[in-house]
């Protein structure tokens, strides 16, 4: 995907973003695929939304950043056409420095790119499980994470506090989910693509301990937007419980057509879920893909 850079004058929103996403869920469980086909999805965009914190970049991929009064704490540079684009918004809000980099999780789609705020002096930080990730399966496009977290922590610079959680696994093992504390904006990677069903193939998500994460989401009330790794620039909570609701609702579609003795395409083929998730972006192509991989997770246990 080609990707125009109109960062040189970030498009902020002084107040935005509640009502706009409410404004665009509706839009979107209204006319559907017609919303992709009118928005420029490419062209990457700065939206802030509130407290100093963030959400950058195009419907492809998305990072958050935050301005402190000491500094700007980025995170996943994507890309090197992405990390400069995110390098030259933030030059349009602060002379500050990039003091951290913190890696959501380790896959390369959001991991690699950074060496531009390793040359700044940047210090980045991940959960340790990624180094077993990223032994595995090495890019030499992805800069070396100077601190590693073993479970949840914090960054604090300035004022600003960002606070890292960890669920366990869910989306691979080393996924952090961040938000700076007294925001109500939860920054939750790969977990939620908001009114989207995402990649049908699921990879490297454990679907069962997915939906554990996203109900231990759900079960803290204080946050009440969230921004996702793709899609749109933020979306209201709802996005989350949707996304859970709609792997539950695939979850309980296959293992009713197991109990009927259907397996592999004719498993695959019977699947059809209710309204609410018919109308998510993706649904007829990734639907199929979706079944498959959750007979395997049923019939295999992975
Ligand atoms: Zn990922």
Known sequence: MS???VVSKPRLSKRPVFGRAIGALTFFFTLGLAFAACAD???YETVSLGQGVYSFGTYAARSVFVVTSAGVIATDPVDAPHA?????????LTPLPVRYVVYSHAHWDHAAGGQIFKDEGAR??????CMDFWRRHPNPDIVAPDELLEGSGQIELGETVLRLQY?????GDCMLIMRVEGSDVL???DLVTPFNVGLGAMPDYDPG???RTLEELEADRSWRRMVGGHGVPVAPREALSQRRRYLQALMTAVREGMKKGLRYEAL???IQLPQEFRDMRGYDLQLRRGAERIFHYYNMGW
């Open 3 to 5: 990707r125009r850079n």
């Open 41 to 43: 999805e490419t062209a």
């Open 84 to 92: 400069t684009a995110m390098r030259e918004a933030i030059s349009a």
């Open 124 to 129: 980045f930080v991940s959960h340790a499980s």
């Open 167 to 171: 669920h366990g696994r869910n989306h």
């Open 187 to 189: 920054y939750v990677n």
């Open 209 to 211: 301990e997915w939906v």
């Open 268 to 270: 695959y083929d019977s």
